[in-house]
């Protein structure tokens, strides 16, 4: 049997894990179809078939499986090695690729991305805004950024950002003066609202909670958008009542362009969380993002 490319062995046990052509082809920065053509070459040299391939589902064979099973490992340690080296440079190089909603990409990540490509020169960051669950790692990325409840269990969480934030019920002065304003979330369903629609396709219901008292509802609406910058707009101009992140507000809301409504009912959680695969071979460029993080927490 002919010598088998090292690349190739690398490539089989990347689309094992992912289970996709697609998302490996992200992963190691190939066409798909080049991907295809290493397996081909591959399962000839072998003369064993790898993988079982359908339109949905990449799967292993028995003799895929017990090929990825001596692999792993074995690449695993030629990693190790090859990330060894890069660790005795001054400064990790590499490409560091992030999964984050479009809050963590607009207010939380751009004063930590700064400090940290300025101490990580060699390290290029690629941020993709997306509000929608992603499995991270099937889509080509490093790590994500996302909130305690959209969190998988298998992944390893770190605190990044503020660990408090706030939404706030608002609206214009001039649609407080028309309509007046509710005083309880149940007063809501007398009121016209702008709500947002995730790229789901999901709108969610405003959920309050005050002690023991916790009121889940889908208020009437006047406006569903997919952006933030729509829904403040009509708040704006007086359309209807918002409930939001504070922080997408806080200008409108600091120069009374806004006002908050029903003060009592400001729903208060925890910040974001960097989460990764849970894996003790990590590329150079996520440790030492992940390091960065944890050495700079946020005072708020």
Not at 54 to 71: I, K, M, N, W, Y
Not at 73 to 99: F, K, W, Y
Not at 124 to 130: C, F, I, K, Q, Y
Request: aromatic share 8%; with cysteine.
């Amino acid at each position: 049997m002919s010598q088998i490319p090292l690349a190739d062995l690398d490539a089989f046990v990347t689309i094992a894990r992912v289970k996709s052509f697609r998302a490996a082809a992200k992963l190691r920065g190939v066409s798909a179809s080049a991907l295809s053509e290493a397996m081909r070459r591959l399962e000839g040299r072998l003369d064993l078939r790898l993988f079982n391939r359908t339109t949905r589902s990449v799967t292993l064979t028995d003799a895929g499986a017990r090929l990825l099973e001596r692999l792993a490992p074995a690449l695993a340690e030629v990693e190790a090695a090859i990330d060894g080296m890069n660790s005795l440079r001054d400064r990790p190089v590499g490409r560091l690729r992030l999964n984050v909603p479009g809050i963590v990409a607009r207010f939380v990540l751009p004063p930590i991305a700064t400090p940290f490509l300025k101490a990580y020169p060699g390290i290029t960051l690629e941020v993709a805004s997306n509000d929608a669950l992603v499995d991270v790692l099937a889509e080509g990325f490093d790590a994500g950024i996302r909130y305690e409840e959209a969190l998988h269990q298998d992944m390893i969480a770190v605190p990044i950002g503020p660990r408090r934030q706030r939404f706030v019920v608002a609206a214009a002065p001039a649609y407080i003066e028309e309509h007046g304003a509710p005083e309880h979330p149940r007063d809501l369903m007398g009121h016209r609202c702008i709500l947002h629609r995730f790229a789901s396709g999901h709108v969610l219901p405003w959920v309050f909670e005050r002690g023991e008292e916790k009121v889940s509802l889908t208020p009437p609406a006047c406006l569903i958008s997919e952006s933030n910058e729509v829904e403040q707009h009509a708040a704006l101009a007086g359309l209807g009542i918002v409930f939001t992140f504070e922080e997408f507000l806080a200008p409108a809301l600091s120069s009374g362009a806004l006002q908050v409504v029903m003060p009592g009912w400001i729903q208060t959680f925890s910040g974001p969380f960097l989460y990764y695969p849970s894996r003790t071979l990590m590329p150079a460029p996520l440790r030492a993002f992940v390091d960065f993080v944890k050495a700079h927490p946020s005072s708020e």
